[in-house]
T-cell receptor, first 113, second 112 residues
Framework: QKEVEQNSGPLSVPEGAIASLNCTYS??????FFWYRQYSGKSPELIMS????GDKEDGRFTAQLNKASQYVSLLIRDSQPSDSATYLC?????????????FGRGTSLIVHP | NAGVTQTPKFQVLKTGQSMTLQCAQD?????MYWYRQDPGMGLRLIYY???????DKGEVPNGYNVSRLNKREFSLRLESAAPSQTSVYFC???????????FGQGTRLTVV
């Protein structure tokens, strides 16, 4: 059973701080990793994808991948109250012809003024 | 470009009633998915369709049926609704192996 684990939170950070969201996965051969943001009552929205070890930056967001440790993270710099949402980690499997992603249960982030 | 469109957005059913949730995508994606999302449970895959004419069970298929009507449309049917099927249902689509799914806006279903 392929698993994706996230701390459910809530993670509470002050406005302007760095929020760090973490995700671990069990399928060692996984190649593709994604972060979704989901506002309350809304659908998940893809915000970052990462495929290679290291960091990928997009504006205030940085995704970090460490395949050896089976660990992917999302950093949000200069956090804003509008970043308050649930963040879902998704992992695409490595093989078997299936392209069905496995989702974590999400981490709730609260950014307080 | 509407993306993934679901209808209806809200629905209340009585136990034992049937209904069909509709989903259509205009992105020419081959793969389509139905998920349900419950508090504390995350997204759980009900059924998926890798391409037109094929459907496969996901993690929680019991009580549901699906139809991939054509490349654009993928419907989810509840034949005899139960309170345990109260949930938010999301349809999604993707190009297999290239992208992770894009989601529709969701259907909030309550079974009383």
């Amino acid at each position: 059973q392929k698993e994706v684990e996230q701390n459910s939170g809530p993670l509470s950070v002050p406005e302007g701080a760095i929020a760090s969201l973490n995700c671990t996965y069990s399928d060692r051969g996984s190649q593709s990793f994604f972060w979704y943001r989901q506002y309350s009552g809304k659908s998940p929205e893809l915000i970052m994808s990462i495929y290679s070890n290291g960091d990928k930056e997009d504006g205030r967001f940085t995704a970090q991948l460490n395949k050896a440790s089976q660990y992917v993270s999302l950093l949000i710099r200069d956090s804003q109250p509008s970043d308050s949402a649930t963040y879902l980690c998704a992992v695409l499997p490595s093989s078997g012809g299936s392209y069905i992603p496995t989702f974590g249960r999400g981490t709730s982030l609260i950014v307080h003024p | 470009n509407a993306g993934v469109t679901q209808t209806p957005k809200f629905q209340v059913l009585k136990t034992g009633q049937s209904m069909t949730l509709q989903c259509a995508q205009d992105m020419n994606h081959n793969s389509m998915y139905w998920y349900r999302q419950d508090p504390g449970m995350g997204l759980r895959l009900i059924y998926y369709s890798a391409s037109e004419g094929t459907t496969d069970k996901g993690e929680v298929p019991n009580g549901y049926n699906v139809s991939r009507l054509n490349k654009r449309e993928f419907s989810l049917r509840l034949e005899s609704a139960a309170p345990s099927q109260t949930s938010v249902y999301f349809c999604a689509s993707s190009v297999p192996g290239q992208e992770t799914p894009f989601f529709g806006q969701g259907t909030r279903l309550t079974v009383v």
